[in-house]
């Protein structure tokens, strides 16, 4: 990440039915997280570009304020609170 220059955000979803890989969720540790993976057969991944991310003047001038920004915007279209 370099501050200032335009980013391609890339957002990353892990939908589950049982065991949820993204480890959110308390502290498995690796037997309970391992073990999870294996009694869910199928673990699918979704990956999703989001249009790239030009800083504003702003933003250029304050590296916390683009990646406030940047968080916000990923934040939103995960839909998960921030």
Do not use: C, K
Request: proline content about 15%; overall charge negative.
């Amino acid at each position: 990440f370099i501050p200032g220059v335009p980013v391609q955000p890339v957002l990353v979803r892990y939908p589950h039915r049982h065991f949820d890989p993204s480890w959110v969720h308390g502290n498995p540790g690796l037997f309970g997280l391992i073990f999870g993976h294996l009694l869910q057969l199928v673990n699918h991944m979704e990956v999703e570009y989001l249009p790239p991310y030009v800083p504003s003047p702003e933003e250029q001038a304050d590296p916390m304020l683009y990646m406030h920004n940047v968080r916000t915007l990923m934040a939103e279209a995960l839909g998960v609170p921030q």
